[in-house]
């Protein structure tokens, strides 16, 4: 199957489907924070570092899972999705792409560019503020970090950083407060050459770490959600409730946001969706923890849109249409986080027949 923005949306027996069963326009099911969403990072990170803060990643284990010697059970309440992704990719983007469509309206040239069909564009109407310069692309020769495209290899450098963050959490003004400029160069250094770092040796202050993730997210050669997604940000930051006459109000629509969220992430990059979900749960904790560290959502927020939502090369007078909602969208991803990163019900439960049912059943699924 080849969707193309010239062509015409998906609609097809998936989408009745999936109607049936999460009903008109609403998500079928509640959703359980805390439950794991996979393995978000590859099993190097993990082989590398013996310990892996709790805060990351969740388990859910089956009964009987305690007795001693024996390991947790890992649940992945999003298997069959993530099989379907992997084994028919071109039913798991109709999937996906039906239902973010079904969620916000994408104009022809912004579903062409969530679907990388179409240059990304700013706001204003041009082009050039979406790509970095050639002199910034060049220094991806400097370092395997710092600089360069997101890979495995990288988060697995740069999640120490993370990991020595989640335990200091209480440190006041985290993130907010700069580090010593001589004491972040020298850890940059260390990263760059793949070094595993001793960060509770004393040699470093939790604001030099908390500033150099900023700069790691500054130098990724686009935002952490990625150009192409920009548009449908924008879009779902808009979704509103609708009073009895069915005319929008003023109220956010809570429910359908984090819907469409959760399945715009299904659409990152694996390494982007990766870092999002070790970033946004560290900062859903340091918010947590706000009465220490003096540090809210909305705090953090203004710290991290312009490395994970705002175009590159795009000032805060370039964006001032939109700042005001980029900055709650940041703040609602974490305020949310726990939430985003599961499938919704009715596509697990279409994954799920997918791969189990009749092959009657499959053949009519996957007709068209």
Known sequence: MQISATATRPHSITNQWLAAKAGPDHNSGGFKPNMAAGKDVNDNTHNRRDTVSSMVINHEESPGCHRAGRPPVIFNPDFFVEKLRHESPDAFLELVLSNITRLIDLPGAEFAQLLGEEGSKTPTGGNGGFFRSFNFLRRKEKGIVFGTSLTESSISQIYQLIGYLSKNLHVEGLFRVPGNSVRQQALKELLNTGADVDLESGGFHPNDVATLLKTFLGELPEPLLTHRHFHAHLKIADLTLFDEQG??????????????????????????????????????????????????????????????????????????????????????????????????????????VYFTGTKALQTKITAK
């Open 247 to 352: 005319n929008k109000t003023a109220v956010p629509n809570k429910e359908r946001q984090v819907e469409a969220l959760q399945l715009l992430f299904l659409l990152l990059p694996q390494a982007n969706r990766s870092l999002l979900k070790l970033l946004l749960d560290l900062l859903y904790h340091t918010a947590r923890q706000q009465d220490k560290n003096k540090m809210s959502a909305f705090n953090l927020a203004l710290m991290f849109a312009p490395h994970v939502l705002w175009p590159r090369h795009m000032t805060a007078g370039d964006l001032k249409d939109n700042l005001k909602k980029l900055n709650n969208s940041m703040a609602f991803l974490i305020k949310h986080s726990q939430k985003l990163f599961r499938a919704p019900v009715y596509l697990r439960d279409y994954a799920r």
